[in-house]
């Protein structure tokens, strides 16, 4: 077996064991962290493998949670089905009709443009009466999981929330693995290399891209989903630009280009952030230094540490 | 306007300025190599990003049988047949010779939506994009990453990746720019090989190279068609010396002098 696979199950079992030896409170942690690994790694589809760097992507996390707030009844129990699958319909059709305009430019314009349109999404929610305002929605109901009148778990028990998580953050884990391996992932890749080239050799790549851009969009939109079903609300912060600025930092800090760099990342970012805030009320200027600091010394990120570790012993080439 | 496959009609292209190509009449055929020759700056390379779509043309017209593409874009031109290489390498330069030529190859079975199978395991794109680099003499160098090759190589690879998008129509940009005499041969070698099935467009400053391969050649400066003919005619033509060889230009052989420019 493969040394990745190996990995990867034992990240697997510690993840699925948790719940056993955690407190509910580090439970409910960890579901957070995992619900940022899948948006993370939805991210790194666009940043890491079709090289276009988003700073708005926390739109369609925010779009994904208030699908939730705005379709779940007043009086009873939203159907997580249903409203899952809606969710990560809107926020990938939102997703397109923003790339539609966005994936024409290029480089620092992508930025600025992304950033603008997930301002625009961000002031709709804050300003009108259609998301209520600062304060977003708050819901009476969890979702219910319901197939043919059964319940298959109960969404206000933290541990059923978190296994929920966890099978989610595989399923997306996975669905991009394939992905990426698959003649469109391939695709992606070379545009991310040589976009001139890709076009020239007959690729249409802003079709390419749109889909890329449409297809995070929609992942996003599950975590933003997963978010306002574990802590019952939407509000407007969760579009921010700060929200896009942090998922964008996990991926430094994990490792770009690598589906375990996201989640590595994830992890490492709420880890820090709890440790600095825990020792110091600025643990914005520790968690700053940190991530200059990893740029500088590790600019592949912590994914690459084994790597790393491994040509420094015994000067084994550098691999995928 | 016989049977060509690609004609152009008073094709032009204007920077500022400048003319870099002026109402240029070209015709490529099948089975037949056309070499472009002249000095630097005489429109020879903005020809090819004409005809491949890179750049949009100010006047004119280009048809590929029979229908006007003149507005069509790059990638739509590649797919319906027309290949191009770059004078200055452009390959995908972290990945193996063979998956640049995998790339170029699945540009004709794209399967977008086929995203459960993995890629690599698509039989007929990857015998597609051997047989591509076993035809560039690249077969022992398939998992080599790009960046690692020679810079003959990377002029082989170039090629390669055309070749594996099957095209009828090949516009090549200097394939010989920087190579050793060896490898150079063996470009040559290639050409000739690929010519009686493909329909050719060659920029090339080797002088032994182009006579040694082209049924036709059109000599441009300043972006104008100087002449056109069959390389004895070219070779014979006192107004290609003249703009060779400078105004009082002897008898001296253009393939002795403008060689290896």
Known sequence: MKRSKIALLIALALLALFPLVGATFYTELVTKVMILAIFAL??????????????????????????????????EAANLWLTLGAAIGIAGLAALLVGMFVVRVKGIYFIMVTLAFAQMFYFVFHDTKFGRGSDGISMNFKPEATIGGVNLFDLGNPTHVYYLVLVALLAVFLFLRALLRSPFGRALQGIRSNEHRMRSLGYPVYRYKLASFAIAGALAGFAGY????????????????HQSGNVLLMLILGGIGSLYGAVIGAFAFVALQELYSYVTTHWQLLLGATIIALVIFLPGGLASVMGRFKRTLVGEPEDE | MSDAILATTDLSRRFGGLMAVASVAI????????????????????????????????????RYKGDDITRLSPDRRSRIGIGRS???????????????????????????????????????????????????????????????????????LEIAMVLATAPE????????????????RRMVELLKKITPEHAILLVEHDMDAVFAVADVITV????????????????ASPAVRAAYLGEDAGAGDLTERGSRA
């Not at chain 2, 089975?31 to 100010?58: E, Q």
């Not at chain 2, 794109?125 to 003959?152: F, M, Q, Y």
């Not at chain 2, 129509?169 to 150079?184: I, S």
Request: glycine letters at 10%; a neutral charge; proline letters at 5%.
């Open chain 1, 42 to 75: 939805s991210l790194d589809l666009l940043v890491g493998y079709t090289g276009l760097v988003s700073f708005g992507h926390a739109a369609y996390f925010g779009v994904g949670a208030y699908a939730l707030a705005l379709l779940a009844p007043k009086y």
């Open chain 1, 226 to 241: 997963l978010s306002a079903m574990q802590f019952g609300f939407a509000n407007p912060e969760l579009l921010s630009w």
């Open chain 2, 27 to 62: 015709e490529l055929h099948r089975g037949k190599l056309h070499a472009v020759l002249g000095p630097n700056g005489a429109g020879k390379t903005t020809l090819i990003n004409l005809l491949s779509g890179d750049l949009p043309s100010s006047r004119g017209s280009i």
């Open chain 2, 86 to 156: 770059y004078q200055k390498t452009n390959i995908f330069q972290a990945f193996t010779a063979f998956e640049n030529c995998r790339l170029a190859a699945q540009s004709r079975a794209p399967r977008p939506l086929a995203i459960a199978t993995d890629a690599l395991r698509h039989t007929p794109v990857c015998d597609a994009a051997r047989k591509a680099l076993a035809a560039a003499g690249l077969a022992e160098r398939g998992e080599w990453i790009a960046s690692t090759l020679s810079h003959g190589e990377q002029r082989q």
């Open chain 2, 169 to 184: 129509v090949l516009l090549l940009d200097e394939p010989l720019a920087g190579m050793g005499a060896e490898e150079a």
């Open chain 2, 220 to 235: 441009m400066v300043n972006g104008q068609v100087l002449e056109s003919g069959e390389p004895a005619q070219i070779r």
